[in-house]
Nanobody, 123 residues
Framework: QVHLIESGGGLVQTGGSLRLECAASGHTFDTFTMAWFRQAPGMERDFVAAINRNDANTLYTDSVKGRFTVSRDRAKNTMYLQMNTLTPEDTAVYYC????????????????WGRGTQVSVSS
């Protein structure tokens, strides 16, 4: 059975940093596009960042460009999201997702999802 498990969330102050991890089990995800989405209370699930199957290309939503970096360690079957200069607007549950296709920022394009990890940024 395939699983995506997020970790690394927590509470930080404005300007702080966190690194999220998404560990994949039950399947090798090195041929998949992987992505991060986030969902704030009462809001829709929004795209954050994605990395394509050969790690040659990445995609970011405008609000995190220059602050967040998505990467992958194929040996560990794990994807990361390094988040710097966090603001209260980054507060959300962060989800990782996978798809057997190219880069996409659309929620409906992804087939596999983790259960999420909470990120809270205090002002």
């Amino acid at each position: 059975q395939v699983h995506l498990i997020e970790s690394g969330g927590g509470l930080v102050q404005t300007g702080g940093s966190l690194r999220l991890e998404c560990a994949a089990s039950g399947h090798t995800f090195d041929t998949f596009t992987m992505a991060w989405f986030r969902q704030a209370p009462g809001m829709e699930r929004d795209f954050v960042a994605a990395i394509n199957r050969n790690d040659a290309n990445t995609l970011y939503t405008d609000s995190v460009k220059g602050r967040f970096t998505v990467s992958r360690d194929r040996a560990k079957n794990t994807m990361y999201l390094q988040m710097n200069t966090l603001t209260p607007e980054d507060t959300a549950v962060y989800y990782c997702a996978a798809r057997n296709g190219g880069l996409s920022g659309y929620y409906s394009a992804y087939d596999l999802w983790g259960r999420g990890t909470q990120v809270s940024v205090s002002s």
